[in-house]
């Protein structure tokens, strides 16, 4: 007997994941992020390894809060 709580089609399946990877352009944004990943990188390697760890801690969490917060 089929599990009517678990879904099956994939077309739903794609639709809820929306832009996420099961997007048509998940693989294309995922290279947009790690493009702005780069250039953060570039942009703070003149710091020390414990500067940059707390530069990017600290973006973490303002991303983090972006997110949350919706303020895209």
Known sequence: MTDRTK???PDISAEIAGIGYLSPRGEELKEVA???LGFV????QNYTENERIFILD???RDIAGVLLDGDI
């Open 58 to 60: 600290v973006l973490s």
């Open 7 to 9: 879904n099956t089609n």
């Open 41 to 44: 990188r570039e942009h703070i």
């Open 34 to 36: 790690r493009m702005e």
